[in-house]
């Protein structure tokens, strides 16, 4: 009689990722469902392979640092907003699924107001996407094929700006949604500055800098 492992024997440790294969649409809501919505991990699917993903602390940090600011600048810019954190992308159609370190629906804020879970095969993406390439590298495809028009990268290097032309991703120095705003160079700034003296000082200087440049 054929033995199986559990999830619950599989051990990955906090920056490491584990790598699944040849998993059919319905074993990956089967382990969604089994690693249940407090796992400390993340996940990334797409046409049968899944990766399951422990963020080391750093990456944690900068996901809440990054997160902030852009709350703060879209708070200053009295840009209405609705932000999802890590919520699961998923297209059952396009075989593909994706958790975000953070992400924020703006110009189609209204369309998921009091949604408490979404589908890509009905609504619509969020407008920007975050993710932090510490601990792993972000798969561009994964997003590309759910449509989110704006992702960021942020690595050890810095802030990186992608945005959706033509079915593909093209580097740019600019978002969209913060036009005018040198979105890279604050980014850059305040997440390094928040590793030396810590966040609270860093969101005070931060919402300085916005008092008095917006």
Known sequence: MPTYLTLEQVIVSPGQQLLLKDISW?????ILTEL???RASRISYSNGVLEIMVPLAEHEKNKEIIGELV????DALQIDFEPLGSTIFKNEQMTQAVEPD???YIQNQTAVIGKS??????DPPPD???EIDITSRTYLDNYRSLGVP???RYTRQGLQIHLLKNDRYIESKNSPNFPNIPIIELID?????????GRSQTIKDFKNWVRKNI
């Open 36 to 38: 249940g919505e407090s």
């Open 102 to 104: 953070a992400c924020f």
């Open 117 to 122: 879970s979404l589908d890509l095969t009905v």
């Open 26 to 30: 319905q074993q990956f809501e089967s």
């Open 150 to 152: 704006e992702l960021w």
């Open 71 to 74: 709350r703060i600048l879209l």
């Open 128 to 130: 920007l996407a975050i």
């Open 189 to 197: 700034r305040y997440v390094k500055q928040s590793q030396t003296v």
